[in-house]
């Protein structure tokens, strides 16, 4: 995906990212009415523009017959997929304004008084592949945190991403805010990514969105901070005093409500007090809904169900139906397990005893972390944060679902009557 | 100061590394009663062993006889800079606990109950040149918000380095904590400095401290997430409806308090409605002062006093008695002028007019902005926050003050009744 730069993508990527530093300025004081006002107006033009884009997408499908069902599965597009999208700008149009708030404010002793302001990130650079929905969420989301948004989509998407965009931008200038507001790079050209990582006076974040590789490669390379949505190799521990029947609902629910999710369970790591209580229905119940189970040497002895485990299923994010699992002895054997192997993406335990909770959700280093819930809860929406570009598992500035809010920093505002320091 | 990494560098840095994981794993569970009890016995320790540090200093003071003036004072300990040193840890040690306070906490429709909840940053590796309370400074915040340090200073400082850490050490073992909680880089080969840089599985953050040469370089190699502190090409503008003797009173602090910190004023701007009755004497002042001023044509028929501005004098950090002075058309002058050459740090405005300072502080995208006070205040000392690592001017994560909350980051907790996601 990540070419070398070419004397051309730096000029590009540098013109779009002038125009994004000049529409951001005027973004960051954008009221909320007008930002409302252009992701609706979107919204509509999207509607009226539905058989431009699905051909433009029609286009991209008959370029693409040589690619992966998966991945063409997530090129097209169909009007329900499309009403999904218009609709998905109307629910961001909704959601408040995080700009202007006031985080934190205090009076100093010498009469100084200091607000903490929230204020756009700035100007954030986005890399995603084939899902053309992408162009339009992370479009909306960064608009309405008062961010502008340079789009590098994926290129066998590219028709489709255009015909999108099109549509974003006549939003835009209904409501009286800059095109460049939301620019897509209008190019295939895979250089145009390695130009967007190295322009860190222009772009302010990245955010790559796709797979492992992808997200690996943008963090080796970028000069600009990224925002980096790894995988999700989470487990549920079911401790010695889990409730049975919540235990089995949760597991199962984790496991296969949907299993190309990033907040799936990957690996079921149970107390050996309560495996011969739990896993056998447990194992019979996952058989049947068409999990793969691959267990340790204490798992399969419950199970002829069970294949073999590996040290290799322990650190992977199979976004499949297949669950590793693993006898352990305790709840500290349980965390080191967990530490060792896991990703600080989402990881539950299931218990009815407050203390072993407590400890879990304190020891366990991840972004999110459970209590007698399903990981599948992983997700902005569940979380009430309307819409997510995704779940962030680095620990600086963002952590768990990125939303609106954390598409925002803040600054200082210091209101003084004329102090100076001694 | 940053080299290729060598062979030995990268296995020296990564055992450095996985101690710290290891100890902060420890720290992050800590109490802060330990924590406190670590910094106080930190302080007792190093009070005691002052003849050592004195002795330690003595040697680098006197391997370092070539280097400059400015940095062999930086390098200089006696009892009254050792005994502020001390006296810093007992002050970080006073400071609130971070580690374990609720953010934000809500519960979802479906009964989840959500809190984001303040962990440590986790391991920090801070990068220094000559000034030896770094050592200890950084350390201790650090150390306050339960994470691990792992410090690189200057290869001058060395020998002090070593005392002052092996005092700290002392500190961390009488509390019962573990001595890989804050390390220090025992080698003055360079190598290890670019090794620290591309561990990023190991070490979390780095925290460059020290020159603009120094910061740049760390932030165009480090594979490691970096919080910056840049300079602070800081801007004071007297608006026309500015109060003569508050105006006199913050340029004269902002320039000339102390000019080498990175809240110093070092362009003044100034609204030519009033420049008439505001320059004559202001700049007298500063020139009885020992200020050199450098002013645009306008500012120059002011007084002989001032000498011709370059283009080069905007964009210019002096850190020194120098100040570059313009006079500006009115407020979207003064906006636009900072917009272009400043550097994100500290900018102020001088006015009674409170729509003009609203939208001077709502536009002008610093980290702090103040209205009717001195830049100087640009201090975690003085925003209340106690101590702090530096301003960063990054936008992600922390702005401004870094200071032990700057040094946290969170996790969603999430607790349930055997909830499922639909």
New interface residues.
């Given amino acids: 995906m990540i070419d070398q730069t070419t004397p051309d993508s730096i000029p590009l990527i540098r013109s779009l990212g002038q125009a994004a530093r000049q529409a951001q300025?005027y973004l960051?004081?954008a009221p909320d009415s007008q930002k409302t006002a252009a992701l609706l107006a979107a919204a509509t033009a999207l509607r009226a523009a539905s058989a431009e884009i699905l051909a433009a997408n029609a286009a991209d499908m008959a370029a693409s017959v040589d690619l992966g069902a998966a991945l063409r599965d997530r090129l097209f597009l169909d009007e329900k997929r499309l009403e999904a999208i218009a609709a998905s700008l109307e629910m961001i149009a909704a959601l408040p304004d995080p700009v202007g708030g006031i985080i934190a404010e205090?009076t100093?002793p010498n009469g100084?008084h200091?607000q903490r302001v929230r204020?756009p990130?700035?100007v954030i650079g986005i890399i995603y592949e084939s899902r053309p929905n992408v162009t339009i969420d992370a479009g909306a989301l960064c608009l309405k945190a008062g961010c502008a948004a340079i789009l590098r989509g994926g290129s066998e998407a590219l028709r489709t991403s255009r015909a999108l965009h099109a549509a974003f931008v006549s939003g835009l200038v209904i409501a009286g805010l800059p095109a460049a507001a939301v620019q897509l790079v209008p190019t295939a050209d895979r250089a145009a990514v390695g130009a967007m990582l190295t322009q860190?006076d222009l772009i302010?974040?990245i955010i790559p969105r796709g797979g492992k590789s992808l997200i690996a490669r943008v963090?080796?390379d970028s000069?600009v901070?990224v925002?980096a949505h790894l995988d999700g190799n989470n487990h549920v521990y079911l401790h010695a005093a889990a409730?049975p029947?919540?235990a089995l609902?949760?597991v199962?629910?984790?496991k296969m409500?949907r299993t190309g999710v990033c907040g799936a369970a990957e690996t079921l790591l149970i107390d050996q007090a309560i495996a011969g209580k739990i896993l056998p229905r447990l194992i019979e119940t996952l058989h049947e809904k068409g999990c793969e189970l691959r267990g340790d040497d204490a798992v399969q002895a419950f199970s002829p169900l069970v294949i073999p485990a590996t040290l290799e299923d322990w650190g992977t994010e199979y976004l499949a139906p297949i669950l590793a699992l693993k006898v352990v002895a305790g709840l500290d054997d349980a965390i080191a397990h967990i530490?060792r192997y896991g990703s600080h993406h989402t990881d539950a335990i299931v218990t009815e005893d407050p203390a072993a909770?407590a400890d879990f959700?304190?020891?366990v280093?991840?972004?999110?972390?459970?209590?007698?819930?399903?990981t599948?809860?992983a997700?902005g929406g569940?979380?009430?944060m309307g819409a997510e570009i995704g779940i962030a598992t680095?620990?600086?500035?963002a952590?768990?679902p990125v939303g609106v809010e954390q598409l925002t920093?803040?600054?200082?505002?210091?209101?003084?009557?004329?102090?100076?320091?001694k």
């Fill in positions: 300025a960051s004081m205090w100093q100084l200091i204020v990130l700035g860190a302010d974040v963090q080796a000069r901070p925002l409730h029947e919540k609902a949760i199962v629910n984790a409500r530490a909770a959700l304190a020891r280093d991840s972004a999110i972390v459970l209590h007698n819930a399903s599948q809860f997700d569940e979380f009430g680095g620990r600086l500035h952590r768990g920093t803040f600054k200082y505002v210091v209101h003084g009557t004329g102090q100076v320091r």
